[in-house]
C-alpha cells in the first residue's frame, strides 16, 4: 500500500480563492481524520469520519470549511473563501479504529493564501 | 474533553546526552498513549505508545513511562543522535478513537 496520499503538495492561491484539498486513506480503514498544522495552535483535529460518515466537525473553525467523504477511498477539505490566516500544513490521516489506534498520516498540503 | 499538555516546547541536547519530554493530561479514562515524530518537512509517525495498563515501555534508545496517578507520562531519549532532532508530539486517548495531541516540543541535537 502506499500510504495515505493527499495532493497538492503545496498550494498557493489568493484570498477569496476557493482551495480543494484531497484525500486518499489507506485501504481497509475505517476511520479518517484531517488536522491543521500552525506553529502558534500545533496540530487541531479538523473533523474526522468513520465509515465515510462525518462524526465529529467541531474542529472545523468557520463555515469557510467543509469536508466530505463520498467514499471509503477519497475524501476532500474545501475552504471557501479562503482567508490568509487559512496558511497552513493540512494532514490527512487514518486509521484502523477499532483495534489499531494508530494514525497513518499523509505528507501533508502546506497552504499558502496570499 | 481531553487536555494535554507537553513540555518544553524547546529542547537542546549535545550529541549523546538523554532527553525527557514530558506531557500532562487531564481526563483519568484515558487509556492510550502514543508518541509520533516528525522530521522537518515530514509527516508524523508514531514512535512508541504506551497503555494504561503498563507502567513503562522500552524499544532500543527510547522509552515511555506513565504514572497514572498523577496523570503525566514522559518519552525518554538515551545516547541521543543528530537524527533524533525533529518535533516529538505527545497524544492522550480517552476511550474514543480520537487522539487529543500535545503541541509539540522541538528536539535539537547539537553534533
Known amino acids: 500500500d502506499a500510504g495515505v496520499i493527499q495532493s497538492p503538495r503545496h498550494e498557493v492561491t489568493e484570498m477569496g480563492q476557493e482551495v480543494t484539498l484531497r484525500c486518499k486513506p489507506i485501504?481497509?480503514?475505517?476511520?479518517l481524520f484531517w488536522y491543521r498544522q500552525t506553529m502558534m495552535r500545533g496540530l487541531e483535529l479538523l473533523i474526522y469520519?468513520?465509515?465515510?460518515?462525518?462524526?465529529?466537525d467541531s474542529g472545523m473553525p468557520e463555515d469557510r470549511f467543509s469536508a466530505k467523504m463520498p467514499n471509503a477511498s477519497f475524501s476532500t477539505l474545501k475552504i471557501q473563501p479562503s482567508e490568509p490566516r487559512d496558511s497552513a500544513v493540512y494532514f490527512c490521516?487514518?486509521?484502523?479504529?477499532?483495534?489499531?489506534?494508530?494514525?497513518?498520516f499523509g505528507s501533508g498540503t502546506q497552504l499558502s493564501v496570499l | 474533553g481531553e487536555n494535554v499538555e507537553q513540555h518544553p516546547s524547546t529542547l537542546s541536547v549535545q550529541e549523546g546526552d538523554s532527553a525527557v519530554i514530558k506531557c500532562t493530561y487531564s481526563?483519568?479514562?484515558?487509556?492510550?498513549f502514543p508518541w509520533y515524530k516528525q522530521e522537518l518537512g515530514k509527516r508524523p509517525q508514531l514512535i512508541i505508545d504506551?497503555?494504561?495498563?503498563?507502567g513503562e515501555k522500552k524499544d532500543q534508545r527510547i522509552a515511555v513511562t506513565l504514572n497514572k496517578t498523577a496523570k503525566h507520562f514522559s518519552l525518554h531519549i538515551t545516547e541521543t543522535q543528530p537524527e533524533d532532532s525533529a518535533v516529538y508530539f505527545c497524544?492522550?486517548?480517552?476511550?474514543?478513537?480520537?487522539?487529543?495531541f500535545g503541541r509539540g516540543t522541538s528536539l535539537i541535537v547539537h553534533p
Open positions: 485501504s481497509g480503514h475505517d476511520y
Open positions: 481526563d483519568s479514562a484515558s487509556n492510550y
Open positions: 504506551i497503555r494504561s495498563n503498563v
Open positions: 490521516a487514518s486509521s484502523l479504529g477499532a483495534t489499531n489506534e494508530k494514525l497513518f
Open positions: 497524544a492522550a486517548r480517552e476511550g474514543s478513537y480520537i487522539p487529543t
Open positions: 469520519f468513520n465509515n465515510n460518515v462525518p462524526i465529529d
